[in-house]
């Protein structure tokens, strides 16, 4: 079977979402093909949150002095400096636009008096939808998708583009594995397929550590069909090696912890001796190696009832918390001698460390590890210990785009026809993807995309 349309969006993240609304508001005739039964991929399970310097929720806190400069060089930093200047820009002067564009065209509901701060950052900047996950974002971009009568395929998996005369002229599918699907492109393929974190070949064809010791935070349809398909038809492929693992993850499945998101508001991170060994908001990385280097290779991470009282994930992820509760791997105790209890720290050791960041709370200043936003007191429980190891998140490597999001063979020129946008270019994040920034990534680059392809 064949199917005409100008544009085919592959992947039905918030990158391929985002690219298909522009390409339709443009006057297209767009698809979307997504493998799996079910629309979302990472961008649905995941936070959610996203920055942007300068935002509404930061004027209504009173945060002062954040800007697109400043957001800029907290993304060049944290991926040292590998990230391409002139797309972070791009990224960087567009987030808060992308931001608004969510708010108001598409109806993502953002709390309002609420922001975190992830690692690397210089400033409270992340916006975070209701819920505190990318259910709110996904739910609404399908709804403004089918609103504009975009058809979504699901089931149906890309498995190669059709190449003709040098130009990208569609894509080979098969639905269902079991039958063959032709989709062509007048205009333009955009690949928006996400990362390859849940692809342990791959992983370790890249970055030999990498390997199925890891478990991943992804979904199972990140394998990196997209960076592949594409290495097929010509494209050069960057930073393939930097490989993120998020700090705090189940240590049975692997699946993120967002629960453990009041780590951003003064939750402390210790190990099994109950001393605290690096900073909390470092960057994912820094924090992973270091966790790797203690007893076990994992870590505790210890808040209160005040410091949930910030953060408010108890009651945003819920069915997260019965399931670590239910699972061993969360305690809720009165004491820090019953907290102590729980995992076999012991508790003299345990209680001086809090007592110590008691202290630096009080003063401001973290003499131990320079908490960034500045501790907060444990002085009084209840308390929480969650028991947390690093997992595969996100892959910073993948396709070159340019500021068009023209996808770039070996030679530095446009594959013509082909477009990409999301996890699976190499362009923005550089070694190391600071949180919030894969949001403000595939709204502000999908976007791009499918406005240019609404030019063709
Ligand atoms: P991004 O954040 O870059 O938008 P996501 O991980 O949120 O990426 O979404 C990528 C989507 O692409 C997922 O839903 C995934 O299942 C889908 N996908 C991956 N490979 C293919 C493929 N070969 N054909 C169709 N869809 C795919």
Known sequence: KTNHFDVVVVGSG???????????????????????????????????????????????????????????????????????????????????????????????????????????????????????????????????????????????????????????????????????????????????TGGFGSNVKMRTKYNKEYDKRYKSTDTAGTMGDGIVMAQNVGAK??????????????????????????????????????????????RRDVISKAILKQTGGYTYQIWNDKIDGISKTKAAHKAEYNELIKQGLLYKADTIDELAKDFKIDPAALKATIKKVNRYAKTGKDKDFHHRAGLVSLAKGPYYIEKAVPSVHHTMGGLVINEKTEVLNKKGKAIPGLYAAGELTGVIQGSNRLGGNA??????FGRIAGKTAGKL
């Open 14 to 192: 918030g990158g391929g979402f985002s690219a298909a609304i522009e390409a339709k508001k443009a006057g297209k005739k767009v698809a979307i093909i997504e493998k799996m039964p079910t629309v979302g991929g990472n961008t649905l399970i995941s936070g959610g949150e996203m920055n942007a310097p300068g935002n509404w929720v930061q004027k209504k806190l009173g945060i002062k002095g954040d800007s697109v400069k400043s957001y800029y060089k907290d993304t060049m930093k944290g991926g040292d400096y590998l990230g391409d200047p002139k797309m972070v820009h791009i990224l960087a002067n567009n987030a808060l636009g992308s931001a608004k564009w969510l708010r108001d065209d598409i109806h993502v509901k953002f709390i309002n008096d609420q922001l975190f701060q992830f690692g690397g950052h210089s400033y409270k900047r992340a916006l975070i939808p209701v819920g505190h996950t990318g259910q709110e974002l996904v739910t609404k971009l399908d709804k403004k998708a089918k609103s504009l009568k975009i058809p979504i395929y699901t089931n149906m998996k890309a498995k190669s583009l059709i190449k003709r005369n040098d130009r990208i002229v569609g894509v080979k599918a098969r639905y269902q594995d079991k039958k063959n699907v032709t989709f062509n492109a007048k205009k333009a393929v955009i690949l928006t």
């Open 237 to 282: 492929l960057t930073n393939m090696k930097y490989i993120q693992t998020y700090p705090i993850a189940n240590p049975k499945t692997g699946m993120i912890s967002l629960l453990a998101d009041t780590r951003f508001d003064g939750a402390i991170l210790v190990n099994q001796e109950g001393n605290r060994f690096v900073e909390e908001l470092e």
């Open 439 to 444: 949001i403000a990534d595939i709204i502000t």
